[in-house]
């Protein structure tokens, strides 16, 4: 049980360190110290809900319904395509509006819906969480519980560590330049991302 626990912590954070369109979010809004909780929660209780299904062995259901992903796979695109956007009119709006203490203040209710769409509107999420670590969990028979706590707990802990930890990088981002900079590489990052998901699905 201990193997497959520590296992699970280590295939989960292996598979969510790389920057993407989620975690690129969460560094922004810890940088601008913006309901940080919620967006941690959000992320972290997102993945536990898709990592215990695939531990559970819905995964198969992708095969099932194969139009399913191509769906979210074009819908994923859009919502990239239009949220990358919104990053590089921030940056031409210049640095004084990206502070975090002088740019008007965004409802809980809509960074939570960001962050919810970021998440469960990319078929990557899908695949890394319940197809990869679905598949690796059985490997585990009779332990399947273990791996997917300790999965669910490497997410939760990089998610806290990423959104609290970005307020180290505040005295770098108080230069308004350095919040251009976020955006725009949060922008290539989110339009890259669309790219690859419309070229190669």
Known sequence: MFEAAIQGYLVALSLILAIGAQNAFVLRQGLRREHVGVVVLACAISDAVLIAL???GFGVISGAVPWFAEAMRWGGVVFLVVYGGLRFRAALAGGEALQPGDGPAVSVSKVLTTVLVLTWANPHVYLDTVVL??????????HRLAFGVAAAAGSFSFFTALGYGARLLAPVFANPKAWVVLEVIVGVTMWSIALGLAIGG
Request: hydrophobic share 30%.
């Open 133 to 142: 670590l679905g598949s690796i969990s059985a490997q585990y028979p009779g």
């Open 54 to 56: 695939g531990v559970s």
